[in-house]
């Protein structure tokens, strides 16, 4: 007995949704900024990531001279 074929259908996730909703509803332009101002966020978070880690090292050498 042959097993029956099976088909894979990829459900597409959230992201994927809000985006071809995104298409649908924004124009180009408005589409590209609201991408550009997301990229901005996550820049700007990495930064202050990096200000926190650079403040930690900075802290433990001060540490490190003074003990």
């Not at 180009?28 to 200000?51: F, I, M």
């Amino acid at each position: 007995m042959q097993a029956a074929p099976v088909r894979a259908t990829a459900i597409p996730s959230v992201t994927d949704a809000l985006r071809a909703m995104e298409t649908l509803l924004l124009g180009s332009g408005q589409r590209t900024a609201r991408r550009n101002a997301w990229t901005s966020v996550l820049e700007d978070r990495r930064r202050a990531k990096d200000r926190v880690e650079t403040q930690r090292v900075l802290e433990a050498a001060v540490a490190a001279r003074t003990s």
